[in-house]
């Protein structure tokens, strides 16, 4: 099939298990299409069945993907599926002039300059300072850390792996709890220990091990329920001490990135129990550093709470970054 390029743009999120496609006008983001990532061997094969429903015989001539795996050299392969997105084998496959393959967490912090404030929850603070970094940090499947970087009209995504540092103790109860990790685990990073699905279930089994309670199996959804139900002591500390790491962690990462522009929580968890988050210690453990109290208070933190925030980032990412 012989079709015209025209100035659209291939936007796409892929998970392991759904994917989402838009076709993108310039600065806008057409009406997405959910696909699931089993009913096709290869993203090659879901693309081209996205463009053939949906490009009306027209070629978008770029394309940018999210992708949720770690990235090297424009190639991603995916943990949860089979499928391995390839930028160079896709561009010259499917016949684009360019497209570029991103880590999930760095489109979130392509997204965060063009947030409105109905976009955000806040969680304190200033209003930041104009041209300094922006960073978002996300409980999830996993711990997600990205940093915006804005210098000379020039914008970088420092993507890390910051979720496999070691996890910090505050105070006694938190060295006793990750006591009890190390015992299970060994290395107590932030994700396993904490801030993640499965952390969170950790730190609930920990909490339950070191105050001698039994208590019945949960997942993180679980614990979250009892918890904000207010219907298990247990559940209720792990949700309290949850927030209370985030906000160590993040504070720790503000200083290190020198985020003062603002802090951002995204992540498929918080949002559930956004309430719960603002009335916790978050806040007061983020400004908790001492000496630099003062400048961890004046930078704001901000829940980010746009369902669609990862097309908005790819959308930023495409106006900033012109194909060549």
Known sequence: MNIGKTGKILLADIGGTNARFALSPSGQTGPIDYVKVADFPTVREAIADVLARRSNGEQPHRAVLAVAGPVTNNRCVMTNSPWVIDGNELQSALGFDSVHVLNDFEVVAWSLP?????????????????????????????????????????????????????????????????????????????????????????????????????????????????????????SRATLEMFCAILGSVAGNLAVTFGARGGVYVAGGIVPRFREFLAASAFRARFEAKGRFQDYLRNIPTRLVIKPDASFLGLTTFAEHNPAE
Do not use: M, W
């Open 114 to 234: 063009a947030l409105e404030p109905s976009d955000l929850v806040r969680l304190g603070g200033g209003d930041g300072l104009a041209g300094e970094p922006l960073l978002v940090v996300g409980p999830g499947t996993g711990f997600g850390v990205s940093c915006l970087v804005d210098r000379h009209g020039s914008r970088l995504a420092v993507v890390t792996e910051a979720g496999h540092a070691t996890l910090p103790a505050e105070n006694e109860r938190e060295e006793r709890v990750i006591a009890c990790l190390r015992r299970r685990l060994g290395h107590v990073s932030i994700e396993r220990g904490a801030l993640s699905g499965s952390g969170l279930q950790n730190l609930y089994e920990a909490l339950a091990e070191i105050d001698g309670v039994q208590v019945p199996h949960r997942d993180a959804a679980g614990i979250t329920k009892a918890a904000l139900e207010n219907s298990c002591p247990v």
